[in-house]
Structures are given as C-alpha cells and as structure tokens.
C-alpha cells in the first residue's frame, strides 16, 4: 500500500462527516497521528492502522454507489 493511498482514504473519511477523533478512536492511536498520516508526515504507520483506515474507507464505497 502507497502512503498517498492512505492519505486520500483519510480524506474521503473525513470528508464523509468523521472526525480525526472518531477515526482515530477506531485505529487505535491519537488523532494526531491520524492527522499526520493525512498530511503525510506519517509515512509508514503501523499496520494495523493501515488496516483500520482501508476498513474504514471500504465501509464508504457502498454507501456512495
């Protein structure tokens, strides 16, 4: 997975209604870090909020269709 993927799965996420601090609840780490990811001063997380950020943005493709 590209780091710019994460990045812009943020910004759907956070486009959709979400807040740094809910996503960042459901990732398991701060909302900084979740900022930091979006901004792409976080270039490789760890995996498993890699993991929840693509679960999360997977939940929005079915929503939009």
Known sequence: ????????KL???LASGATYK???KRAGCDASTI??????????P???????I???HAELKPAAA
């Not at 997975?1 to 812009?8: E, I, S, V």
């Not at 760890?46 to 929840?52: D, F």
């Open 1 to 8: 997975m590209k780091d710019n993927d994460l990045a812009a």
């Open 11 to 13: 910004e759907a996420i």
């Open 22 to 24: 809910s996503v960042a």
């Open 35 to 44: 900022y930091r990811i979006r901004t792409g001063a976080v270039t490789n």
């Open 46 to 52: 760890s995996y498993s909020v890699g993991c929840a």
């Open 54 to 56: 693509d679960a999360m």
